[in-house]
């Protein structure tokens, strides 16, 4: 049964299941239900969407994007959401694998589309501003009432979510009904998740965090979510009191925002059980206050093809176990092996490697891909970790170069394939850099072509256009010629020293 909005209406069906922070709109679960029938009556009849085809969104989270999930659950469709802050070239390129015979956009966001061939040529295209007129909940019609909602297979995809891959292409990370049911189990599990937990969601819907952190897990639970447009400290920490919020998923430096609000030391949040943090590190600074305030730290470690909700770190074990992702979630397995594939040993680093039925299939249309991450019966992360005598698990470091930028995953190689398009530049690396407001920002190192001239401003002009803001580098340094190491590559790990003796000397 893979229709959960269905069972919802049958058992609450006046139960708040979503609310929209910006407008105060509501769903409860059997208008949810309801709208998904409606919805997917629609395509199917007006755009002859049917059982596999893709619909991509373009859109900040709405309502009407989980309606839009809702009728994938009945139809079969597979939601492919695009992410509104890159440009409009790597846009194109997804659409272009993703091929979708329907695309939703929001107006605001149409003119990252309008050069885009892959858009052109998509059988369909559809205003979200439409969409939300077709599903005002005030209106009842005939569609309504149901929907023969198709017998999908676990195996089948819900989303193709789209990551930052090393070749500097995105990579479409198949994501399926199966893995979702599995992670919100592992998550329900670990945590404390039913019908009665309430959460706030301001991650971006183009982001497995947005989806799959808790927002599916919650919908599957029968549980509230209130979702929010984008991150406004002010607003969400006033919201986790006002919607007594039992969970809340953020980066640590949206929890550093929320912790340096003024009103923070008076704002009752005596309903919250756990916060759930990802994407770095949380400094124990941190999480001594959150702790302080009666609010427990939960760490973990996710990725958007796997889980995501894979380990999790105990609050009672923040402090013991500092820098630490935790342990295996229940339907998790994990092995850390060494260069030669071999278990390696306790406190020795190795690749983290990953099983179980909430691993993806693959990768959208991408098998080289596919078989180069899943290999043997594991998923094999790219990230080099180590295991304590307790279990404990830490990353040690990113094999793939990715580095992280205000929460979101940068890879080199994507910034390094736009800056060797300019006609100046001979050679590029990139690197992460810290930074105290983004955690990281990327610094280049460029040489440029005999015989030619470039500066900074000029080459950061050029990746402005071709690359989301995000990803563009704040800092470009130009040398005669690039480190490379004994086989001719790039050293990077050279690069990452000047930066740091230089930092020092600083």
Known sequence: MKDWSAKWALYSPDKIALKEYETGRTLRYGQLHRLGNRAAHYLQR?????RGDRVAVLAENCLEYLVLFAAAQKLGFVLVPLNYRLAGPELDYMLQNAEPRLIVTESKFRSLLDDSPACAAAPHRWPLEELAALLDPSVDT?????????DLRDDEPVFILYTSGTT??????IYTHGMMFWNSINTAISLIVNAESRTLNVMPPFHTGGWNVLT?????HGAFTCIFKKFEPEAVLDALEKERCTIFMGVPTMLKMLADIPSFSSVDLSSMLYLIVGGEPMPIPLIERWHEKGVFVRQG???TEVGPNLTSLHQDDAIRKK?????PNFYVRIRIADEQGNDAATNQPGELLLQGPMVTPGYWRNPEASAAALRGGWFHSGDMARMDEEGYIYIVDRIKNMFISGAENVYPAEVERVLLAHPAVSEAAVIGVPDEKWGEV?????????GQNA??????GHCQGRLARFKVPRQIFFMPALPKNDTGKIDRQALKKMEVSSRDRD
């Open 46 to 50: 007006s755009f002859e969407v049917q």
């Open 142 to 150: 005939a569609d309504d009432e149901y929907f023969p909602a198709a």
């Open 168 to 173: 500097g292409f995105p990579k479409g990370a």
């Open 216 to 220: 599916t897990p919650f919908l599957h």
């Open 301 to 303: 470690y996710g990725m």
């Open 323 to 327: 820098g630490s992702i935790g342990r």
């Open 442 to 450: 990327g610094r280049a190192f460029v040489t440029l072509k005999a």
């Open 455 to 460: 500066e900074e401003a000029v080459l950061i």
